[in-house]
């Protein structure tokens, strides 16, 4: 892959970096920098190169046209508070305030470009489309970084074919996602645990084919577990349920016994009488749910109170852990046990402790952890995962010789 170092000199060159700035916002307050904060390494190197950096990102879900809620304006103000220098935001993506931002471009100058999916050129399925935005894009710099891992596993515009325009290099996150992913699948220290939340298995069928054979203990909770509790015959009352994966996991268990994998699953759960905090709870057996004072509409929320002493003491005794997916509805304290002792845990971990993202990521902060006391917190859910289950990721294909 290429990388920083295979660029020549950058010093008065215009450098086009994609970033992953997609944070949430609540308005125009941030209320999780985690993303912003991890791609200033690579443009404080290029600002110190003596570069001209112009910053491109996506932000939520726009059809293809200007929504002011997806404005990226908050993010270039944190930007600028992040790198400690004033970043010119400018207020389209090609168009005429775009143009105007890259021409004021000084040595070591800094402009953030709206949002790349007001242009339906970025996100469409036609090839020459994006094509042509790409090439709009690259009028503005003589070189290309990629450095938005969350979007690698995108054939998007500003992501796959604008690398094939430019000379072009991975930048320093993507080079880390790439090192820590690698770590996890060649040949990882072990022992080696894998702990997979959230709310469904079918999200997640990849990732434990994939990384089945190579584990030593897969931990499952969250939603998904569920499932997992019913192809082992046990009644799970209004729970959530995939009843379409119900064999699926019934083989996974199979499979893994067939392979020396041990499959941890809860032994107790936090059932709920309603979604909500509102709700009251019980703590049962996880093989006996039904039996809560709320019967069959019992609804399990969280994982118990002894599974979370033991998935604790799985992960520390661990030498590398993986963990994707909360345990439970973390957003609520009562059903926040699981996921914060699961958090906990890999702060403890002596080796090597990997967060992978999305949901995961955005709980550690929630619940009051620092990125620090992590081995890595990757800023790619569905990009982790994706490489995680073996898959050829086109951002990162294009940056390969």
């Given at each position: 892959m290429r990388t920083l170092a295979s660029l020549p000199s950058l010093d008065g060159k215009r450098v086009i970096i994609r970033c992953d700035l997609n944070v949430p916002l609540d308005?125009?307050?941030?209320?999780?920098?985690?993303?912003?904060?991890?791609?200033?390494?690579?443009?404080?190197?290029?600002?110190?190169?003596?570069?001209?950096?112009?910053?491109?990102s996506h932000l939520g879900r726009p059809e293809g046209a200007p929504e002011a809620k997806y404005s990226l304006e908050p993010a270039a103000v944190r930007l600028g508070e992040l790198l400690g220098q004033p970043v010119i935001f400018a207020t389209d993506t090609v168009g005429a305030d775009a143009k105007g931002a890259v021409k004021a471009l000084a040595r070591g100058g800094v402009t953030v470009l709206e949002n790349l999916r007001f242009n339906p050129g970025e996100t469409s399925k036609d090839a020459e489309e994006r094509k042509a935005f790409a090439a709009q894009l690259a009028e503005f710099a003589d070189f290309f970084v990629s450095d938005g891992f969350g979007v690698v596993h995108r054939k998007?515009?500003?992501?796959?074919e604008l690398a094939q325009v430019l000379p072009s290099a991975a930048g320093f996150l993507i080079e880390k996602e790439v090192e820590v992913a690698h770590s996890l699948t060649a040949a990882p220290e072990r022992p080696y645990a894998v702990v997979l939340g959230g709310s469904k298995v079918s999200d997640k069928l990849g990732v434990i084919?994939?990384?089945l054979p190579n584990v030593n203990k897969l931990l499952?909770?969250?939603?998904?577990?569920?499932?997992?509790?019913?192809?082992?015959?046990?009644?799970?009352?209004?729970?959530?349920?995939?009843?379409?994966?119900?064999?699926?996991?019934?083989?996974?268990?199979?499979?893994?016994?067939?392979?020396?994998?041990?499959?941890?699953?809860?032994?107790?759960?936090?059932v709920a009488s309603k979604f909500g905090a509102d709700a009251d709870v019980a703590i049962t057996a996880a093989d006996a749910i039904e039996d809560s004072p709320f019967g069959?509409?019992?609804?399990?929320?969280?994982?118990?109170?002894?599974?979370?002493?033991?998935f604790a003491a799985v992960i520390k005794s661990s030498k590398t852990v993986f963990w994707n997916g909360p345990m439970g509805v973390f957003e609520i304290d009562k059903f926040a046990g699981g996921t914060r002792a699961v958090a906990q845990a890999l702060t403890e971990v002596a080796g090597l402790s990997v967060v992978g993202g999305g949901d995961s990521a955005a709980a550690v902060r929630t619940l009051g952890f620092e990125d620090a006391q992590f081995g890595h917190i990757s800023t790619g859910g569905g990009a982790s995962l994706e490489f995680l289950e073996g898959k050829k990721l086109p951002g990162l294909e294009v940056l390969n010789d």
């Open positions: 308005g125009k307050t941030i209320t999780d920098d985690g993303r912003i904060v991890a791609s200033v390494p690579t443009i404080k190197y290029l600002v110190d190169q003596g570069a001209k950096v112009i910053v491109i998007q515009a500003s992501v796959y084919d994939n990384l499952i909770g969250g939603g998904m577990v569920f499932t997992f509790l019913a192809a082992q015959g046990h009644k799970v009352g209004s729970s959530l349920l995939e009843k379409d994966q119900i064999e699926t996991c019934q083989n996974y268990l199979k499979r893994a016994a067939e392979l020396g994998v041990e499959v941890v699953l809860p032994t107790d759960i936090v069959a509409s019992g609804l399990g929320l969280d994982i118990g109170p002894d599974s979370a002493k033991h």
